[in-house]
């Protein structure tokens, strides 16, 4: 009997800035208290300042791998490069927010998925465009409950 992987695992590349792997670690782990990933999700955190796109071959700062057949893992890929720029504009609080966001943002993506019963399925344009704002206003809200929930404690005892 071949029994599927379950979970969210982080997968931090070694150069990623320590403040980002420490937050990481603390979102993943209170995400999988609050949240059930039952198809194994690794999220590679590279430092590089972009991804890009397998299909679109467009630069990015994060993608979310679906795979054809539901049998096969999904993965998530995130860019933390411009870390010290974003720092630099808007502080490091709300730097480290919007680069946990971008997995926030893919792993709506992964419940996209979970939930699509037909894998064949091909987007029209509007179709992708209304999952791409259903994946933005998911982030927003998942975010603002880490904030609430989680974030604030975190960000005192661990900055």
């Known amino acids: 009997m071949n029994k599927e992987r379950a979970g969210l695992r982080i997968r931090l590349n070694k150069n990623v800035d320590i403040v980002l792997k420490k937050a990481f670690i603390h979102f993943a782990k209170w995400l999988r208290q609050n949240y059930n990933f039952p198809k194994r999700v690794p999220a590679y955190v590279k430092e590089s300042c972009y ?16 795979p054809f057949d539901k049998q096969d893992e999904p993965y998530i890929r995130i860019a933390t490069g411009n870390f010290h720029n974003l720092e630099k504009q808007y502080g490091r609080k709300d730097a480290v927010l919007t680069i946990l966001k971008s997995l926030a943002h893919e792993l709506q993506h992964y419940y996209q998925w979970l939930e699509n019963e037909s894998p064949e399925r091909e ?11 259903e994946a933005e206003e998911g982030a927003n809200e998942l975010i603002a409950e880490y904030v609430e929930d989680g974030f604030e404690e975190f960000w005192s005892s661990h900055l």
Request: aromatic share 14%.
């Open 51 to 66: 991804i890009v796109n397998q299909f679109s071959k467009e630069q990015v700062s994060a993608t979310f791998f679906a």
């Open 123 to 133: 987007e029209s344009p509007e179709e992708e465009e209304f999952l791409e704002n």
